[in-house]
């Protein structure tokens, strides 16, 4: 089975930086991705990590601990538009069919 | 990244009524479709997994018979709510993987199914 947590809501000032912690149980492991998502929207892709270490782009960073079964999504700088839910979620085993499964994503709040 | 139009953006139908939503590809070849379901704060829940040419793979406790789904081309999944229910108002979100970067999933942008 799989599990996947990261925590329901967080709030954040404007202009600071704020982390994202997400871990993972899987039978078997092939990415993480983290997307972003406004209320009533269709998720965006932010990043996507399948080795251990830190990927960046832009304000935002993704880190992955493959044996500790833990990432993180780092944002900085923050705008009052990345006000939205963050979802982590993990790939399974590589195959023409493997399975994207979400975690119950992270509500950010920026406050002015 | 590759596109993917899902049609309509939103419904509304009576009660007892089938709703089909579409989901295509524009610029790549899907080999694999995805159905999810979100309800009002909270996340994805996959429903099924479909290949193209085959026959699609529920999660447990979806039920089959309700939510048809069909993957008819590379470029094309359908899924089908048939007679549909108040409970089955929801967000329903298809992602799609192939082309030249097989290993993500590109969302379409989503159906807000409302049954009455």
């Known amino acids: 089975g799989q599990n996947i947590d990261q925590p329901t809501e967080m709030t954040a000032t404007e202009g600071a930086i704020v982390q994202i912690n997400c871990t993972y149980q899987?039978?078997?492991?092939?990415?993480l991705f983290w997307y972003q998502q406004h209320a009533g929207e269709a998720p965006t892709f932010l990043s996507y990590n399948v080795l251990d270490g830190l990927e960046e782009k832009g304000r935002f960073s993704s880190f992955l601990s493959r044996s500790k079964g833990y990432s993180y999504l780092l944002l900085k700088e923050l705008q009052m538009k990345d006000s939205a839910s963050y979802l982590c979620?993990?790939?399974?085993?590589?195959?023409?069919?493997?399975?994207?499964?979400f975690g119950s994503g992270t509500r950010l709040s920026i406050r002015p | 990244g590759a596109v993917v139009s899902q049609h309509p953006s939103w419904v509304i139908c009576k009660s007892g009524t089938s709703v089909k939503i579409e989901c295509r590809s524009l610029d790549f070849q899907a080999t694999t479709m995805f159905w999810y379901r979100q309800f009002p704060k909270q996340s994805l829940m996959l429903m099924a997994t479909s290949n193209e040419g085959s026959k699609a793979t529920y999660e447990q406790g979806v039920e089959k018979d309700k939510f048809l789904i069909n993957h008819a081309s590379l470029t094309l999944s359908t899924l089908t709510v048939t007679s549909a229910h108040p409970e089955d108002s929801s967000f329903y979100i298809c992602?799609?993987?192939?082309?030249?970067?097989?290993?993500?999933?590109?969302f379409g942008q989503g159906t807000r199914l409302t049954v009455v």
């Open positions: 979620a993990v790939r399974g085993m590589y195959s023409s069919a493997s399975k994207i499964i």
């Open positions: 899987t039978s078997g492991f092939n990415g």
């Open positions: 992602s799609a993987r192939g082309g030249t970067e097989p290993l993500q999933a590109f």
